[in-house]
């Protein structure tokens, strides 16, 4: 498929278009003030970490606080923490999570709406090999990293992940250090960022750490009367292999696709992201640096286990001693005074439906469309309609081919209107909406028609959203998930620390994850450099 990738203004034209902006947009945004100015640069952070925890919930901190004793507790007992932070999109899924975080925008306006059409790109394949090619070419717009960059040339950035995503979207389009981890065990980028990989991380991947845990286990990290979870519960990870220890392959090559699901994966992230800082010398620049960090393993534990698990109460303990060691290694070399934490997720996590409506009898615990669809394809196929195109559904959205439609002179119109009422009979779904109606439903009250409204940029071809009741399932889906537009998959915690931020806080009004890029720019004194979705949350900052 070809496409025309846009070639990235010159640095010297974005800072202009942003001085300009800083001119001509006042009230562009109502979170915009007099004194959002640029801050003389000794008032400015040296470093900005950005933390993404793959599915975390608040409601780990709330569960497990009690036995944090790292990073972790260091970020809460110091910063402020939002319990009731929101991805207010629909599509809960990793892609537009991570693509929310650093933009201040929705799926809507980044352009990445799922993770099937997020950053694979066949045309950018990865430097050495590994994996499926992957670029940002989808994404729109900007980042907090091209606000700094139009502020201050100097700043760099770094991005780090296990997960391509995870590690490419919070920077958008900007050609920086963004890597992330293979199948055959190393860390590397794709074409669109460079043709090879920096000496520091070529020395990294060849202490081959990953290669060493083959066969290793993961044990619980504390005293077993400390969890108050059963170990043993079958709908756990398809029924095998549900109780600890887990044991990685012997095999090598197996155990280096196995070592996501293990908590040390994170550790292995974190370390590379250290060997960066240091090679870099990132935050010991005259600019404000970018350190993006996404840690993967939370979510893989949390689909295999569950988010009610006994694996899911260790990987945060091993999360929170991990991040406790990372933060004090970077505080030794950095000034800890002039760095800026933020930490959010890129969506929730629905607990197994066999847990959530356990002894409820009759309960729906998985919706099933297909035979709906199934029977209006058949229909439309009976009246030459070309079914290979003209109804496609994933994740709740309905993708139709209007063209299909009007060369077989069939009224799709007529046709969604009977779909939707064949639809909202299926046991399970909580409402389906034509999408040209969404506009018109009760935003204000209901999240749901508001989250859809969110996710879908207008040049997506989605007619019609069906959207499941909480808790329940799709069909076929055996693990524990997420991407629903539901309260707890796009529930998140929202964490401000550093200077300039409120000390020890908890607030628990809602807010959105898209207000975070506008905060952390109002905080380093840059402006955004396009109209965000987001605004500045005022009570992250001390009264
Ligand atoms: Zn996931």
């Given at each position: 498929m070809s496409r025309f990738v846009p070639r990235l203004p010159s640095r010297r034209s974005v800072a202009g278009a942003a001085a300009l902006l800083i001119v001509a947009t006042t009230g562009v945004g109502a979170q915009r003030t007099r004194t959002a100015g640029v801050l003389p640069a000794g008032a400015r952070p040296s470093l900005v970490v950005f933390l993404t925890i793959d599915q975390m919930i608040p409601d780990y901190f709330a569960r497990y606080g009690a036995q944090f004793t790292g990073g972790l507790r260091r970020l809460q007992r110091g910063g402020v923490l939002y319990t009731n932070g929101y991805h207010d999109h629909a599509t809960t899924e990793t892609a537009p999570g991570h693509a929310a975080t650093m933009s201040g925008r929705f799926p809507m306006h980044t352009g990445i709406v799922r993770n099937n059409a997020g950053v694979n790109d066949k045309d950018h394949p990865l430097v050495g090999g590994g994996g499926a090619g992957a670029s940002p070419y989808r994404f729109q717009g900007t980042t907090l990293t091209d606000w700094l960059i139009a502020a201050d040339p100097r700043?760099?950035?770094?991005?780090?992940?296990?997960?391509?995503?995870?590690?490419?979207l919070p920077i958008g389009r900007s050609r920086q250090s963004v890597f992330w981890f293979t199948n055959d065990g190393r860390f590397t980028t794709s074409s669109w960022y460079a043709d090879t990989l920096p000496t520091w991380l070529t020395v990294f991947n060849a202490r081959r750490l990953p290669h060493q845990m083959t066969g290793s286990a993961w044990t619980l990290l504390r005293d077993p009367a400390l969890y108050s979870e059963a170990d043993s519960v079958p709908v756990e990870s398809g029924g095998r292999n549900v109780m600890f220890p887990h044991v990685l392959p012997s095999d090598t090559a197996q155990a280096l696709r196995a070592i996501g699901d293990d908590p040390r994966m994170d550790w292995l992230t974190l370390q590379a992201a250290m060997a960066g800082v240091h090679a870099m010398q990132l935050g010991a620049g005259p600019a404000t640096d970018v350190l993006a960090i996404s840690l993967s393993t939370t979510d893989a534990v949390g689909h295999r286990y569950g988010p009610d698990?006994?694996?899911?109460?260790?990987?945060?303990?091993?999360?929170?001693?991990?991040l406790g060691v990372f933060l004090d290694s970077l505080f030794r070399i950095r000034d800890s005074s002039k760095i800026v934490i933020a930490l959010?997720?890129?969506?929730?996590?629905?607990p197994f439906p066999e847990l959530h409506f356990a002894g409820q009898r009759n309960a729906v615990l998985r919706v099933n469309v297909e035979p709906v669809l199934a029977e209006a394809r058949r229909a439309l196929a009976a009246r030459g309609v070309d079914t290979a195109t003209a109804l496609d559904f994933e994740f709740g959205m309905l993708f139709a081919d209007s063209m299909a439609f009007r060369r077989a002179?069939?009224?799709?119109?007529?046709?969604?209107k009977s779909l939707a009422a064949s639809l909202r009979?299926?046991?399970g779904v909580a409402r389906v909406d034509q999408r040209r109606d969404l506009a018109a439903a009760d935003t204000v009250r209901n999240a749901v028609p508001r989250r859809w409204i969110h996710a879908l940029p207008a040049s997506l071809n989605?007619?019609?959203?069906?959207?499941?009741?909480?808790?329940?399932?799709?069909?076929?889906?055996?693990?524990?998930?997420?991407?629903?537009p539901n309260d707890a998959d796009a529930r998140v915690p929202i964490l401000f620390h550093g200077p300039g931020f409120a000390r020890g806080v908890t607030?628990?009004?809602?807010?959105?994850?898209?207000?975070m890029a506008p905060t952390l720019a109002r905080r380093i004194g840059v402006l955004p450099s396009e109209r965000l979705d987001g605004v500045v949350l005022r009570d992250a900052f001390p009264r």
């Open positions: 700043t760099r950035a770094l991005s780090i992940s296990r997960k391509d995503r995870g590690a490419i698990s006994r694996e899911i109460h260790d990987q945060m303990l091993r999360l929170d001693r991990y959010t997720a890129d969506h929730g996590v629905q002179k069939v009224s799709m119109d007529s046709v969604l009979a299926v046991p989605v007619v019609m959203l069906v959207s499941p009741k909480p808790y329940v399932y799709w069909n076929g889906v055996t693990y524990a998930t997420h991407g629903s607030v628990a009004r809602s807010v959105r994850v898209v207000d």
